[in-house]
T-cell receptor, first 117, second 115 residues
Framework: AQKITQTQPGMFVQEKEAVTLDCTYD???????LFWYKQPSSGEMIFLIY??????QNATEGRYSLNFQKARKSANLVISASQLGDSAMYFC??????????????FGKGTKLSVIP | NAGVTQTPKFRVLKTGQSMTLLCAQD?????MYWYRQDPGMGLRLIHY???????AKGEVPDGYNVSRLKKQNFLLGLESAAPSQTSVYFC??????????????FGQGTRLTVV
């Protein structure tokens, strides 16, 4: 079974500062993918970044980067130069890429990020 | 680009009533999912489908049924609605697992209130 843990229910960050949102996962699979989604107050789910378990380099997408530490089973999202528009809920998710668990996309409970002007 | 479309966007039901939520995707995705989102609980998987004519239970399937008669559509049914089913429902779709990036694309959500 897969499990995602996000231990920060809410966080504050000053505008233009960097912030790290924590995500740890539990799986017995060797091949899996990790995802981060953003959910603004309008409610839609926006895909941000993906990391494969066999990717040697940490994923980056613009101001988003994923700090992937496989041995520690962590996949923290780093947002650089925070903007007011980054205020939202952020969800970490994972999916096995092989085997019976590969159909299910499992989400954490989310972290609410508030950017302070 | 329609992507994933959910119908309806809002609905209020009385306890015991039935309804069907429709999800349609135009990206030729094999996999489709229904999630519910409740405060503090994240997204929990209700049912999913890996292809036309196949469905499977997720984490919280009780009280719901699904059907996938066409590849592009995934229906979620509530036979006898209960207040505990008050939630925001999301449909999502994705390519099969063999792709490098297998992110799911989400619909805009359906806010359901059962009174």
């Amino acid at each position: 079974a897969q499990k995602i843990t996000q231990t920060q229910p809410g966080m504050f960050v000053q505008e233009k500062e960097a912030v790290t949102l924590d995500c740890t996962y539990d799986t017995s699979d060797q091949s899996y993918g990790l995802f981060w989604y953003k959910q603004p107050s309008s409610g839609e789910m926006i895909f941000l970044i993906y990391q494969g378990s066999y990717d040697e380099q940490n994923a980056t997408e613009g101001r988003y980067s994923l700090n992937f530490q496989k041995a520690r089973k962590s996949a923290n999202l780093v947002i650089s130069a925070s903007q007011l528009g980054d205020s939202a809920m952020y969800f970490c998710a994972m999916r096995s890429l092989r085997g019976a668990g590969s159909y299910q996309l499992t989400f954490g409970k989310g972290t609410k990020l508030s950017v302070i002007p | 680009n329609a992507g994933v479309t959910q119908t309806p966007k809002f609905r209020v039901l009385k306890t015991g009533q039935s309804m069907t939520l429709l999800c349609a995707q135009d990206m030729n995705h094999e996999y489709m999912y229904w999630y519910r989102q409740d405060p503090g609980m994240g997204l929990r998987l209700i049912h999913y489908s890996v292809g036309e004519g196949t469905t499977a239970k997720g984490e919280v399937p009780d009280g719901y049924n699904v059907s996938r008669l066409k590849k592009q559509n995934f229906l979620l049914g509530l036979e006898s609605a209960a207040p505990s089913q008050t939630s925001v429902y999301f449909c999502a779709s994705s390519y099969p697992r063999t792709g490098r990036t297998t992110e799911a694309f989400f619909g805009q959500g359906t806010r359901l209130t059962v009174v």
